[in-house]
Protein backbone atom coordinates (compact mmCIF):
# COMPACT_ATOMS: atom_id res chain seq x y z
CA UNK A 1 0.00 0.00 0.00
CA UNK A 2 1.22 3.59 -0.56
CA UNK A 3 2.89 5.25 1.85
CA UNK A 4 1.45 9.21 2.11
CA UNK A 5 3.69 11.62 3.68
CA UNK A 6 2.42 14.29 6.77
CA UNK A 7 1.43 16.76 4.06
CA UNK A 8 0.44 14.67 0.94
CA UNK A 9 -3.45 14.70 0.59
CA UNK A 10 -4.38 10.98 1.81
CA UNK A 11 -7.87 9.76 3.02
CA UNK A 12 -6.31 9.99 6.70
CA UNK A 13 -6.00 14.01 5.95
CA UNK A 14 -9.22 14.52 4.47
CA UNK A 15 -11.65 11.95 6.59
CA UNK A 16 -10.79 12.67 10.47
CA UNK A 17 -12.18 8.99 11.00
CA UNK A 18 -10.13 7.24 8.53
CA UNK A 19 -8.74 4.21 9.92
CA UNK A 20 -6.13 2.08 7.85
CA UNK A 21 -6.01 -0.96 10.11
CA UNK A 22 -9.50 -1.79 10.14
CA UNK A 23 -9.43 -4.95 7.40
CA UNK A 24 -12.92 -5.58 5.56
CA UNK A 25 -13.99 -9.49 5.24
CA UNK A 26 -12.03 -10.85 2.45
CA UNK A 27 -15.97 -11.08 0.03
CA UNK A 28 -16.51 -7.33 1.04
CA UNK A 29 -13.06 -5.70 0.15
CA UNK A 30 -12.98 -4.72 -3.00
CA UNK A 31 -16.95 -4.03 -3.57
CA UNK A 32 -15.99 -1.41 -0.15
CA UNK A 33 -12.52 -0.33 -1.84
CA UNK A 34 -14.41 0.59 -5.25
CA UNK A 35 -16.77 2.58 -3.07
CA UNK A 36 -14.07 4.42 -0.76
CA UNK A 37 -12.22 5.27 -3.60
CA UNK A 38 -14.90 7.28 -5.65
CA UNK A 39 -16.13 8.68 -2.16
CA UNK A 40 -12.64 9.39 -1.52
CA UNK A 41 -12.43 11.24 -5.02
CA UNK A 42 -15.56 12.90 -4.86
CA UNK A 43 -14.40 14.52 -1.11
CA UNK A 44 -10.86 15.28 -2.38
CA UNK A 45 -12.30 17.52 -5.44
CA UNK A 46 -14.74 18.94 -3.34
CA UNK A 47 -12.26 20.48 -0.72
CA UNK A 48 -9.65 21.29 -3.39
CA UNK A 49 -12.70 23.28 -5.27
CA UNK A 50 -13.03 25.31 -1.89
CA UNK A 51 -9.90 26.03 -1.71
CA UNK A 52 -8.86 27.10 -4.86
CA UNK A 53 -12.71 29.37 -5.59
CA UNK A 54 -11.21 32.57 -4.22
CA UNK A 55 -8.23 32.32 -6.11
CA UNK A 56 -8.92 31.15 -9.44
CA UNK A 57 -12.23 32.04 -9.56
CA UNK A 58 -13.91 32.92 -13.33
CA UNK A 59 -10.55 32.24 -15.01
CA UNK A 60 -10.45 30.11 -17.77
CA UNK A 61 -7.82 27.94 -18.39
CA UNK A 62 -7.72 28.18 -22.15
CA UNK A 63 -3.77 27.81 -23.38
CA UNK A 64 -2.13 25.05 -24.16
CA UNK A 65 1.33 24.08 -24.30
CA UNK A 66 2.45 25.52 -27.63
CA UNK A 67 0.27 29.13 -26.90
CA UNK A 68 2.68 29.49 -23.68
CA UNK A 69 5.88 28.62 -25.20
CA UNK A 70 5.10 30.94 -27.88
CA UNK A 71 4.00 33.75 -25.60
CA UNK A 72 7.27 33.62 -23.47
CA UNK A 73 9.10 33.47 -26.45
CA UNK A 74 7.58 36.03 -28.59
CA UNK A 75 7.23 38.51 -25.43
CA UNK A 76 10.86 38.04 -25.05
CA UNK A 77 11.67 39.13 -28.60
CA UNK A 78 10.95 42.47 -29.11
CA UNK A 79 11.83 46.29 -28.31
CA UNK A 80 14.87 44.50 -26.81
CA UNK A 81 16.56 42.43 -29.81
CA UNK A 82 15.66 44.94 -32.68
CA UNK A 83 15.86 48.08 -31.11
CA UNK A 84 19.06 47.78 -28.40
CA UNK A 85 21.66 45.22 -29.86
CA UNK A 86 23.36 47.68 -31.69
CA UNK A 87 23.83 50.36 -29.61
CA UNK A 88 25.03 47.29 -27.07
CA UNK A 89 28.05 46.47 -29.09
CA UNK A 90 28.47 50.09 -29.78
CA UNK A 91 28.87 50.06 -26.10
CA UNK A 92 31.03 47.04 -25.28
CA UNK A 93 32.20 46.28 -28.76
CA UNK A 94 31.49 42.43 -30.38
CA UNK A 95 33.15 40.39 -27.25
CA UNK A 96 31.91 42.52 -24.43
CA UNK A 97 27.88 42.47 -25.77
CA UNK A 98 28.52 38.68 -26.05
CA UNK A 99 29.60 38.11 -22.65
CA UNK A 100 26.85 40.27 -21.53
CA UNK A 101 24.08 38.54 -23.34
CA UNK A 102 25.45 34.67 -21.81
CA UNK A 103 25.58 35.98 -18.64
CA UNK A 104 22.03 37.22 -18.15
CA UNK A 105 21.09 34.59 -20.39
CA UNK A 106 22.20 32.06 -17.78
CA UNK A 107 20.54 34.09 -14.98
CA UNK A 108 17.41 34.30 -16.78
CA UNK A 109 17.18 30.18 -16.89
CA UNK A 110 18.22 29.90 -13.29
CA UNK A 111 15.56 33.04 -12.05
CA UNK A 112 12.82 30.64 -15.24
CA UNK A 113 13.17 26.97 -13.14
CA UNK A 114 12.81 29.10 -9.95
CA UNK A 115 9.74 30.37 -11.01
CA UNK A 116 8.73 26.63 -12.70
CA UNK A 117 9.09 25.04 -9.15
CA UNK A 118 6.49 27.04 -7.76
CA UNK A 119 3.87 27.65 -10.41
CA UNK A 120 3.92 23.99 -11.77
CA UNK A 121 3.09 23.19 -7.99
CA UNK A 122 0.72 26.31 -7.27
CA UNK A 123 -0.41 27.53 -10.98
CA UNK A 124 -2.27 30.34 -9.51
CA UNK A 125 -2.89 34.27 -11.18
CA UNK A 126 -0.42 36.85 -9.87
CA UNK A 127 2.13 34.12 -9.95
CA UNK A 128 5.49 35.73 -8.18
CA UNK A 129 3.81 38.73 -6.23
CA UNK A 130 1.52 36.18 -4.93
CA UNK A 131 3.91 34.02 -3.82
CA UNK A 132 5.53 36.46 -1.82
CA UNK A 133 2.67 37.14 -0.05
CA UNK A 134 2.11 33.56 0.83
CA UNK A 135 5.37 32.11 1.56
CA UNK A 136 7.69 35.30 2.76
CA UNK A 137 5.23 38.17 3.70
CA UNK A 138 2.29 40.36 2.59
CA UNK A 139 4.43 43.49 2.32
CA UNK A 140 6.97 41.71 -0.06
CA UNK A 141 4.27 40.57 -1.89
CA UNK A 142 2.61 44.15 -2.02
CA UNK A 143 5.67 45.62 -3.12
CA UNK A 144 6.55 42.92 -6.00
CA UNK A 145 3.36 43.27 -7.11
CA UNK A 146 3.02 46.97 -7.88
CA UNK A 147 6.85 46.92 -9.17
CA UNK A 148 5.61 44.75 -11.78
CA UNK A 149 2.54 46.03 -12.42
CA UNK A 150 4.61 49.56 -12.73
CA UNK A 151 6.95 47.74 -15.56
CA UNK A 152 3.74 48.23 -17.54
CA UNK A 153 5.97 51.36 -18.39
CA UNK A 154 7.34 49.17 -21.20
CA UNK A 155 3.64 49.27 -23.10
CA UNK A 156 4.64 53.00 -23.46
CA UNK A 157 8.20 52.00 -24.36
CA UNK A 158 6.82 49.65 -27.09
CA UNK A 159 4.20 51.85 -28.32
CA UNK A 160 6.87 54.81 -28.58
CA UNK A 161 9.09 52.51 -30.31
CA UNK A 162 6.31 51.59 -33.04
CA UNK A 163 6.26 55.72 -33.39
CA UNK A 164 9.87 55.62 -34.17
CA UNK A 165 9.91 52.24 -36.35
CA UNK A 166 7.01 53.91 -38.39
CA UNK A 167 9.09 57.39 -39.24
CA UNK A 168 11.62 54.46 -41.45
CA UNK A 169 9.42 54.86 -44.47
CA UNK A 170 7.19 58.34 -43.42
CA UNK A 171 5.36 60.49 -40.92
CA UNK A 172 2.30 59.96 -42.15
CA UNK A 173 0.45 61.06 -38.72
CA UNK A 174 1.50 62.29 -35.17
CA UNK A 175 3.11 59.73 -32.85
CA UNK A 176 0.18 60.35 -30.47
CA UNK A 177 -2.03 59.58 -33.23
CA UNK A 178 -0.04 55.83 -33.74
CA UNK A 179 0.03 55.60 -30.05
CA UNK A 180 -3.73 55.69 -29.83
CA UNK A 181 -4.49 53.28 -32.95
CA UNK A 182 -2.10 50.36 -31.13
CA UNK A 183 -3.34 51.03 -27.81
CA UNK A 184 -6.77 50.73 -28.58
CA UNK A 185 -6.46 47.45 -30.69
CA UNK A 186 -4.13 45.75 -27.75
CA UNK A 187 -6.76 46.97 -24.99
CA UNK A 188 -9.49 45.29 -27.24
CA UNK A 189 -8.01 42.07 -27.93
CA UNK A 190 -6.76 41.75 -23.78
CA UNK A 191 -10.39 41.89 -23.00
CA UNK A 192 -11.55 39.03 -25.02
CA UNK A 193 -11.03 35.09 -24.29
CA UNK A 194 -7.36 34.14 -23.05
CA UNK A 195 -7.40 31.34 -26.16
CA UNK A 196 -7.91 34.42 -28.86
CA UNK A 197 -4.74 36.04 -26.93
CA UNK A 198 -2.73 33.26 -26.96
CA UNK A 199 -3.78 32.40 -30.48
CA UNK A 200 -2.55 36.15 -31.78
CA UNK A 201 0.52 36.10 -29.77
CA UNK A 202 1.75 32.21 -31.03
CA UNK A 203 1.73 33.52 -35.11
CA UNK A 204 2.78 36.93 -34.07
CA UNK A 205 6.16 35.11 -31.99
CA UNK A 206 6.41 32.61 -35.09
CA UNK A 207 6.81 35.62 -37.88
CA UNK A 208 9.78 36.92 -35.34
CA UNK A 209 11.06 33.72 -35.32
CA UNK A 210 11.28 33.19 -38.92
CA UNK A 211 12.35 36.48 -39.49
CA UNK A 212 15.40 36.32 -36.74
CA UNK A 213 16.49 32.83 -38.83
CA UNK A 214 15.96 34.84 -42.12
CA UNK A 215 18.67 36.96 -40.65
CA UNK A 216 20.98 34.95 -38.83
CA UNK A 217 21.16 33.19 -42.16
CA UNK A 218 21.69 36.68 -44.18
CA UNK A 219 24.52 37.52 -41.62
CA UNK A 220 26.16 34.39 -42.33
CA UNK A 221 25.97 35.05 -45.92
CA UNK A 222 27.80 38.27 -45.33
CA UNK A 223 30.10 37.65 -42.64
CA UNK A 224 31.47 34.69 -45.44
CA UNK A 225 31.42 36.93 -48.51
CA UNK A 226 28.56 35.49 -50.19
CA UNK A 227 26.90 38.52 -49.88
CA UNK A 228 28.27 42.08 -50.27
CA UNK A 229 31.48 42.86 -51.37
CA UNK A 230 34.49 40.95 -49.01
CA UNK A 231 34.81 38.34 -46.69
CA UNK A 232 34.45 40.30 -43.43
CA UNK A 233 34.91 36.86 -41.05
CA UNK A 234 36.29 38.10 -37.59
CA UNK A 235 37.78 41.24 -39.30
CA UNK A 236 35.75 43.67 -37.08
CA UNK A 237 37.31 41.72 -33.75
CA UNK A 238 40.61 42.68 -34.35
CA UNK A 239 39.71 46.49 -36.17
CA UNK A 240 38.49 48.19 -34.43
CA UNK A 241 39.30 45.23 -31.49
CA UNK A 242 36.49 42.92 -29.53
CA UNK A 243 35.74 45.11 -26.78
CA UNK A 244 34.97 48.91 -26.36
CA UNK A 245 35.60 51.01 -22.81
CA UNK A 246 36.66 48.06 -21.30
CA UNK A 247 35.55 45.79 -18.12
CA UNK A 248 32.95 49.21 -18.03
CA UNK A 249 31.37 48.59 -21.42
CA UNK A 250 30.68 45.28 -20.67
CA UNK A 251 28.89 46.15 -17.25
CA UNK A 252 26.82 49.09 -18.68
CA UNK A 253 25.62 46.26 -21.36
CA UNK A 254 24.55 43.96 -18.65
CA UNK A 255 21.05 45.91 -17.98
CA UNK A 256 20.25 46.28 -21.43
CA UNK A 257 20.79 42.76 -22.21
CA UNK A 258 18.82 42.15 -19.02
CA UNK A 259 15.98 44.49 -20.79
CA UNK A 260 16.25 42.47 -23.61
CA UNK A 261 14.97 39.07 -22.09
CA UNK A 262 12.58 40.37 -19.87
CA UNK A 263 9.56 38.77 -20.76
CA UNK A 264 10.57 35.54 -19.89
CA UNK A 265 9.02 35.70 -16.64
CA UNK A 266 5.62 35.12 -18.45
CA UNK A 267 5.79 31.51 -18.53
CA UNK A 268 5.04 31.80 -14.66
CA UNK A 269 2.23 34.39 -15.10
CA UNK A 270 0.33 31.90 -17.88
CA UNK A 271 0.29 28.68 -15.43
CA UNK A 272 -3.19 30.44 -13.55
CA UNK A 273 -4.69 30.02 -17.46
CA UNK A 274 -2.45 26.80 -18.29
CA UNK A 275 -4.97 23.58 -19.51
CA UNK A 276 -2.03 21.50 -18.41
CA UNK A 277 0.64 23.30 -16.16
CA UNK A 278 2.46 20.42 -14.40
CA UNK A 279 3.55 19.60 -18.09
CA UNK A 280 3.66 22.44 -20.15
CA UNK A 281 5.14 24.63 -17.68
CA UNK A 282 8.51 22.74 -17.66
CA UNK A 283 7.94 22.15 -21.07
CA UNK A 284 8.03 25.86 -21.95
CA UNK A 285 10.88 26.64 -19.66
CA UNK A 286 13.55 24.27 -21.33
CA UNK A 287 12.32 24.63 -24.67
CA UNK A 288 12.01 28.63 -24.65
CA UNK A 289 15.71 28.94 -22.73
CA UNK A 290 17.50 26.87 -25.66
CA UNK A 291 15.35 28.75 -28.33
CA UNK A 292 15.99 32.15 -26.34
CA UNK A 293 20.27 31.62 -25.93
CA UNK A 294 20.29 30.59 -29.72
CA UNK A 295 18.38 33.49 -31.34
CA UNK A 296 19.61 36.20 -29.24
CA UNK A 297 23.53 34.80 -28.47
CA UNK A 298 23.61 33.96 -32.79
CA UNK A 299 22.17 37.35 -33.31
CA UNK A 300 24.54 39.28 -30.92
CA UNK A 301 27.74 37.14 -32.60
CA UNK A 302 26.76 37.95 -35.88
CA UNK A 303 25.86 40.98 -35.86
CA UNK A 304 29.15 42.08 -33.95
CA UNK A 305 30.96 39.91 -36.83
CA UNK A 306 29.02 41.77 -40.10
CA UNK A 307 29.39 45.55 -38.24
CA UNK A 308 32.26 47.41 -36.80
CA UNK A 309 31.37 49.00 -33.02
CA UNK A 310 32.50 51.98 -33.89
CA UNK A 311 30.10 52.09 -37.19
CA UNK A 312 28.44 56.02 -35.95
CA UNK A 313 25.00 53.87 -37.81
CA UNK A 314 25.00 51.67 -34.72
CA UNK A 315 24.32 54.10 -32.15
CA UNK A 316 22.90 57.30 -34.04
CA UNK A 317 20.05 59.31 -32.10
CA UNK A 318 18.18 59.70 -34.87
CA UNK A 319 14.65 58.90 -34.72
CA UNK A 320 14.89 56.24 -37.43
CA UNK A 321 18.35 54.51 -36.38
CA UNK A 322 16.81 52.05 -33.76
CA UNK A 323 15.84 49.95 -37.11
CA UNK A 324 19.73 49.98 -37.77
CA UNK A 325 21.16 47.17 -36.00
CA UNK A 326 18.93 44.90 -38.11
CA UNK A 327 18.23 46.63 -41.17
CA UNK A 328 21.91 47.37 -42.08
CA UNK A 329 22.94 43.73 -42.32
CA UNK A 330 20.37 43.51 -45.21
CA UNK A 331 22.11 46.44 -46.58
CA UNK A 332 25.28 45.33 -46.61
CA UNK A 333 24.31 42.37 -47.97
CA UNK A 334 22.68 44.17 -51.55
CA UNK A 335 19.17 43.35 -50.12
CA UNK A 336 17.56 46.78 -50.04
CA UNK A 337 13.91 45.62 -49.66
CA UNK A 338 15.05 43.32 -46.95
CA UNK A 339 15.61 46.11 -44.96
CA UNK A 340 11.36 47.47 -45.67
CA UNK A 341 10.53 43.62 -44.37
CA UNK A 342 12.34 43.62 -41.38
CA UNK A 343 11.01 47.14 -40.24
CA UNK A 344 7.58 45.90 -40.88
CA UNK A 345 8.13 42.78 -38.61
CA UNK A 346 9.72 44.78 -36.38
CA UNK A 347 6.60 47.04 -35.69
CA UNK A 348 4.73 43.58 -35.57
CA UNK A 349 7.54 42.88 -32.49
CA UNK A 350 7.34 45.44 -30.14
CA UNK A 351 3.02 45.69 -31.12
CA UNK A 352 3.09 42.00 -29.79
CA UNK A 353 4.93 42.74 -26.93
CA UNK A 354 3.09 45.58 -25.66
CA UNK A 355 0.04 42.99 -26.13
CA UNK A 356 1.96 40.92 -23.55
CA UNK A 357 3.00 43.96 -21.41
CA UNK A 358 -0.71 44.81 -21.08
CA UNK A 359 -1.71 40.91 -20.32
CA UNK A 360 1.07 40.57 -17.69
CA UNK A 361 0.47 43.88 -15.90
CA UNK A 362 -3.63 43.66 -15.87
CA UNK A 363 -2.93 39.59 -14.81
CA UNK A 364 -0.91 40.80 -11.72
CA UNK A 365 -3.37 43.21 -10.82
CA UNK A 366 -5.83 40.52 -10.80
CA UNK A 367 -3.54 38.83 -7.87
CA UNK A 368 -2.72 41.69 -5.91
CA UNK A 369 -6.73 42.27 -5.66
CA UNK A 370 -7.30 38.09 -5.24
CA UNK A 371 -4.37 38.99 -2.26
CA UNK A 372 -5.97 41.75 -0.91
CA UNK A 373 -3.06 44.14 -2.35
CA UNK A 374 -4.91 45.75 -4.37
CA UNK A 375 -8.94 47.23 -4.48
CA UNK A 376 -11.40 44.09 -5.22
CA UNK A 377 -12.98 45.36 -8.40
CA UNK A 378 -9.67 44.28 -10.01
CA UNK A 379 -10.30 40.95 -9.30
CA UNK A 380 -13.60 41.15 -11.42
CA UNK A 381 -13.53 39.11 -14.66
CA UNK A 382 -16.04 39.10 -17.66
CA UNK A 383 -17.14 36.04 -19.41
CA UNK A 384 -14.49 35.60 -21.26
CA UNK A 385 -12.60 35.54 -17.82
CA UNK A 386 -10.32 38.64 -18.71
CA UNK A 387 -9.52 40.72 -15.89
CA UNK A 388 -11.54 43.84 -17.52
CA UNK A 389 -10.83 46.58 -14.75
CA UNK A 390 -7.35 45.49 -14.54
CA UNK A 391 -7.09 45.47 -18.46
CA UNK A 392 -8.36 49.11 -18.45
CA UNK A 393 -6.66 50.55 -15.30
CA UNK A 394 -2.92 49.42 -16.82
CA UNK A 395 -3.60 50.78 -19.85
CA UNK A 396 -3.83 54.56 -18.72
CA UNK A 397 0.39 54.36 -18.58
CA UNK A 398 -0.55 54.08 -22.30
CA UNK A 399 -2.25 56.66 -22.91
CA UNK A 400 0.57 58.86 -20.77
CA UNK A 401 2.55 57.44 -23.68
CA UNK A 402 0.51 59.05 -26.04
CA UNK A 403 0.88 62.42 -24.20
CA UNK A 404 4.69 62.26 -23.97
CA UNK A 405 4.87 60.90 -27.36
CA UNK A 406 4.09 64.42 -28.73
CA UNK A 407 6.32 65.58 -27.22
CA UNK A 408 9.34 63.05 -28.33
CA UNK A 409 8.82 59.25 -29.23
CA UNK A 410 13.17 58.88 -28.71
CA UNK A 411 13.35 60.68 -25.15
CA UNK A 412 10.67 58.82 -24.01
CA UNK A 413 12.17 55.88 -25.05
CA UNK A 414 15.22 56.42 -22.75
CA UNK A 415 12.88 57.33 -19.63
CA UNK A 416 10.52 54.33 -19.97
CA UNK A 417 13.85 52.16 -20.59
CA UNK A 418 15.60 53.10 -17.22
CA UNK A 419 12.08 52.61 -15.21
CA UNK A 420 11.36 49.12 -17.31
CA UNK A 421 14.62 47.55 -17.30
CA UNK A 422 15.52 47.90 -13.38
CA UNK A 423 12.09 46.71 -12.24
CA UNK A 424 12.20 44.22 -13.84
CA UNK A 425 15.95 43.17 -12.34
CA UNK A 426 13.88 43.53 -8.80
CA UNK A 427 10.96 41.27 -10.26
CA UNK A 428 13.48 38.73 -10.95
CA UNK A 429 15.58 39.21 -7.64
CA UNK A 430 12.57 38.71 -6.08
CA UNK A 431 11.54 35.54 -8.11
CA UNK A 432 15.01 34.05 -7.20
CA UNK A 433 14.76 35.12 -3.40
CA UNK A 434 11.24 33.99 -3.08
CA UNK A 435 12.02 30.70 -4.27
CA UNK A 436 15.05 29.87 -1.72
CA UNK A 437 12.57 30.38 0.89
CA UNK A 438 9.69 28.25 -0.42
CA UNK A 439 11.42 25.45 -0.59
CA UNK A 440 12.95 26.13 3.16
CA UNK A 441 9.58 26.06 4.24
CA UNK A 442 9.15 23.22 2.06
CA UNK A 443 11.50 20.81 3.81
CA UNK A 444 10.95 22.41 7.33
CA UNK A 445 7.11 21.07 7.27
CA UNK A 446 8.51 17.79 6.23
CA UNK A 447 7.12 17.89 3.37
CA UNK A 448 8.72 14.96 0.15
CA UNK A 449 10.19 16.91 -2.52
CA UNK A 450 8.18 14.37 -4.67
CA UNK A 451 5.43 16.45 -4.27
CA UNK A 452 7.23 19.01 -6.43
CA UNK A 453 5.96 18.38 -10.64
CA UNK A 454 9.52 19.94 -11.63
CA UNK A 455 12.16 21.33 -9.99
CA UNK A 456 14.83 23.55 -10.10
CA UNK A 457 18.13 23.68 -11.70
CA UNK A 458 20.70 23.45 -9.05
CA UNK A 459 18.79 24.69 -6.05
CA UNK A 460 19.95 26.89 -3.62
CA UNK A 461 22.88 27.60 -5.95
CA UNK A 462 20.86 28.80 -8.97
CA UNK A 463 18.54 31.41 -7.24
CA UNK A 464 21.52 32.94 -4.73
CA UNK A 465 23.20 33.34 -8.27
CA UNK A 466 20.66 35.11 -9.80
CA UNK A 467 19.82 37.29 -7.02
CA UNK A 468 22.38 38.39 -5.63
CA UNK A 469 23.99 39.33 -9.98
CA UNK A 470 20.09 41.30 -9.95
CA UNK A 471 21.38 43.20 -6.91
CA UNK A 472 24.87 43.63 -8.51
CA UNK A 473 23.66 45.03 -11.88
CA UNK A 474 20.75 47.09 -10.22
CA UNK A 475 23.21 48.69 -8.35
CA UNK A 476 26.46 48.82 -10.59
CA UNK A 477 24.32 50.01 -13.72
CA UNK A 478 24.44 53.64 -13.06
CA UNK A 479 28.43 53.99 -13.16
CA UNK A 480 28.04 56.95 -16.15
CA UNK A 481 26.42 58.76 -13.23
CA UNK A 482 29.36 58.58 -11.20
CA UNK A 483 32.56 58.43 -13.77
CA UNK A 484 33.89 59.99 -15.25
CA UNK A 485 31.64 63.08 -13.68
CA UNK A 486 28.21 63.54 -11.71
CA UNK A 487 25.46 63.45 -14.10
CA UNK A 488 21.99 64.22 -12.60
CA UNK A 489 20.06 63.03 -15.33
CA UNK A 490 22.18 59.86 -16.02
CA UNK A 491 21.50 59.28 -11.94
CA UNK A 492 18.16 59.37 -12.16
CA UNK A 493 16.97 57.32 -15.45
CA UNK A 494 19.25 54.31 -14.30
CA UNK A 495 17.86 54.63 -10.47
CA UNK A 496 13.98 55.40 -10.80
CA UNK A 497 13.00 52.58 -11.58
CA UNK A 498 13.73 51.10 -7.20
CA UNK A 499 12.13 54.07 -5.68
CA UNK A 500 8.25 52.41 -6.82
CA UNK A 501 9.84 49.46 -5.21
CA UNK A 502 11.04 50.79 -1.90
CA UNK A 503 8.31 53.17 -1.16
CA UNK A 504 5.57 50.28 -1.68
CA UNK A 505 7.47 48.31 0.52
CA UNK A 506 8.17 50.79 3.23
CA UNK A 507 4.88 51.95 3.34
CA UNK A 508 2.66 48.74 3.13
CA UNK A 509 4.82 47.63 6.63
CA UNK A 510 4.39 50.77 8.03
CA UNK A 511 0.53 50.48 7.55
CA UNK A 512 -0.13 47.32 7.67
CA UNK A 513 3.35 46.30 10.56
CA UNK A 514 2.27 42.53 9.25
CA UNK A 515 5.31 40.28 9.86
CA UNK A 516 7.51 37.45 8.16
CA UNK A 517 5.50 34.19 8.25
CA UNK A 518 7.14 31.82 10.02
CA UNK A 519 8.28 28.27 7.80
CA UNK A 520 6.31 26.11 9.37
CA UNK A 521 2.85 28.54 9.05
CA UNK A 522 3.87 28.64 5.09
CA UNK A 523 0.83 27.43 3.27
CA UNK A 524 0.85 25.25 0.75
CA UNK A 525 -2.38 23.30 0.48
CA UNK A 526 -4.64 26.44 -1.04
CA UNK A 527 -4.52 26.81 -4.68
CA UNK A 528 -1.88 24.22 -4.99
CA UNK A 529 -2.11 20.69 -8.08
CA UNK A 530 -3.22 17.25 -6.48
CA UNK A 531 -1.77 13.87 -7.65
CA UNK A 532 -4.81 14.00 -9.39
CA UNK A 533 -4.08 16.93 -11.68
CA UNK A 534 -0.45 15.67 -12.06
CA UNK A 535 -1.35 11.99 -13.37
CA UNK A 536 -4.43 13.63 -15.74
CA UNK A 537 -1.50 15.79 -17.15
CA UNK A 538 0.61 12.75 -17.53
CA UNK A 539 -1.65 11.47 -19.00
CA UNK A 540 -2.75 13.91 -21.60
CA UNK A 541 0.95 13.96 -22.46
CA UNK A 542 1.05 10.64 -23.24
CA UNK A 543 -1.78 10.17 -25.25
CA UNK A 544 0.34 12.66 -27.51
CA UNK A 545 1.19 11.65 -30.84
CA UNK A 546 5.15 12.15 -31.61
CA UNK A 547 4.74 14.12 -34.39
CA UNK A 548 2.94 16.97 -31.85
CA UNK A 549 5.83 16.49 -29.35
CA UNK A 550 8.42 16.92 -32.01
CA UNK A 551 6.42 19.85 -33.48
CA UNK A 552 5.91 21.13 -29.89
CA UNK A 553 9.68 21.45 -29.45
CA UNK A 554 10.13 23.35 -32.70
CA UNK A 555 7.79 25.48 -32.52
Not at 139 to 148: H, P
Not at 160 to 178: G, L, N, S
Not at 486 to 503: H, K, R
Request: hydrophobic share 45%; proline share 4%; glycine share 8%.
Amino acid sequence: MYKHSEHTPSAEGYYPNYSSEYQYPPNESLKMEADNTTEKASSYMSHRSAGDEELQSGVVRGLSARHIQMISLGGAIGTGLFLNSGSNIAEAGPAGALIAYCVIGFMVYCIMTCLGEMATFMPVSGSFNHYATRFVEPSLGFALGWNYWFSSVSIATELAAAATIIKFWKEVMPDAAWSTIFLLIIIFVNLLSVRIYGELEYWFALIKILIVIVFIIIAILVTAGALGEKVIGFEYWKSPGAFNNGGLGTISVLLSAGFSFQGTEIVGITAGEAKNPTKTVPRAIKNTFWRIIFFYIATIFLLGMCVPYDDPRLSSSDDSAATASFTLVFTLGGIDAGAHVINAVTLSSVLSAANSSLYTTARTLLGLARDGNAPALFAKVNRYGAPYNAVLFSSIIGFACVFVSIYSASAAFVWFLGITAVSGFISWCGIAAVHIRFRRAFIRQGRSLDELPYRAFLYPYSGLFASILCILIILGQGYVAFYPQWDVISFCTSYIGIVPFILCYVIHKAVTRKKVIRLEEVDFDTGRVTRFDIEKDAEAEADRPMWKKAISWLV
